[in-house]
Structure formats: C-alpha cells, structure tokens
C-alpha cells in the first residue's frame, strides 16, 4: 500500500528551503512575483515561449487572459507574470487588457511577388498583414478577388516611416504562392528591447 503523502508538511520544507537558499518568500512558494525570477532559474523552452506569446497575441486580439492561457496551454499564473514584467498591459475593471507596443517583424508580398521581412510599431499592424495573408491564401484557393478590395491602394508603415504597398493583384499573388516563399510564421517574431528593426 502506497505511504499517505503529507503535502503540508512537504509545502512547509520546500518553503524552509527556499528561504535558507535567500529567495523571498514568493520564490520559494514557487510564484514568483513579476519582478523576480523563477527558483529554479530554469529558462522558459522555446516551446513554451512560442505558447507564451500566441496567448499574448490572443489577448491583444480580445481573449481573456485565462481563456488564452486555456487555449495555448500555459499556466494562468505565469502569463499574467510575463504581461507584467514586460509591462504588455494593464488590469481594467477585473480584466487584462493589452498595451503591447512591442515592434514586430513580419512579412510582405512586393511587386516581383517576393518576400520582404519589415518591422511595424505594435500589434495592430501586425494584425493587420496577418488579416492581408489569410486574405491571399483564400484568393488563391477561391479566385474571389473581392477577398482583398479592402486592401486595394492600402500600404504598410514601418518604424522607420517607409510605406510598403500591399500588393492586390491576382496574377501576382498566385505567382507568389507558387513559389518556395517563407510562411508567414517564419518571418513573424516580437521584438524585444535591443533587437534591430529590419
């Protein structure tokens, strides 16, 4: 028969353990405020940071912070740390809300239908070539041209103030698709402090 574990008891050491090692209090109980760092001074997987931050990019497009940590499967708590310690948002009346202005880097289709990496100001933007691409991928699978009207004559702004036209025509579009061009995904990334803008 398997011995009862105490777990009381066994909080009550890996506390006692903790401290005697200099963590706070925080650490040692394993929940580490925003300021701090995790006991195990372990670094978060890639895995887990691509998780991370598409719950983040869930949050910023409406998603509660324990939905999006539900759907991407990471911990409550430890979104809600990473949301403070990078300052992304803030709490209003109960609920996360996102002011992450953190450039990212994404992908554009120009006029010889290849793929040019620019760096934009923040999620909205962000969002918005990502609305474009999904938009290209359903033209070329549908023919239905009207699927990019909205982004006829529209252009993307970089950080540096250079306008890049999103690119509606069809034939171009398909030559595009055809072509071994890097997904979207391969291109998209957050930027943080001290990372150059493309």
């Keep these: 028969m398997a011995r009862k574990r105490d777990y009381k008891a066994e909080y009550k050491r890996r506390k006692a353990r903790g401290l005697a090692r200099g963590l706070t209090l925080s650490q040692a109980r394993g929940h580490p405020k925003a300021s701090e760092l995790s006991a195990s ?104 041209t009207s699927l990019l009207d909205e982004f006829e004559d529209e252009a993307v702004r970089d950080v540096r103030g250079n306008d890049h036209p999103l690119i509606t025509d069809p034939n171009t579009l398909i030559r595009y698709v055809q072509k071994d061009e890097p997904s979207f995904t391969e291109i998209y990334k957050v930027l943080e402090p001290g990372e150059g803008a493309i």
């Design 41 to 144: 001074g372990k670094a978060v997987s890639a895995a887990a940071d691509a998780r991370i931050q598409s719950a983040i990019s869930a949050m910023g497009e409406g998603a509660s912070l324990t939905r999006a940590a539900k759907t991407y499967k990471v911990s409550a708590e430890r979104l809600k740390r990473t949301v403070q310690a990078k300052r992304l948002g803030s709490k209003i009346n109960n609920r996360w809300v996102l002011t992450d202005q953190r450039p990212r880097r994404v992908p554009l289709i120009n006029k010889d239908a290849q793929t040019i990496a620019v760096t934009v100001a923040g999620f909205p933007e962000a969002s918005r070539v990502g609305v474009y691409f999904n938009r290209v991928g359903r033209l070329v699978l549908t023919q239905d």
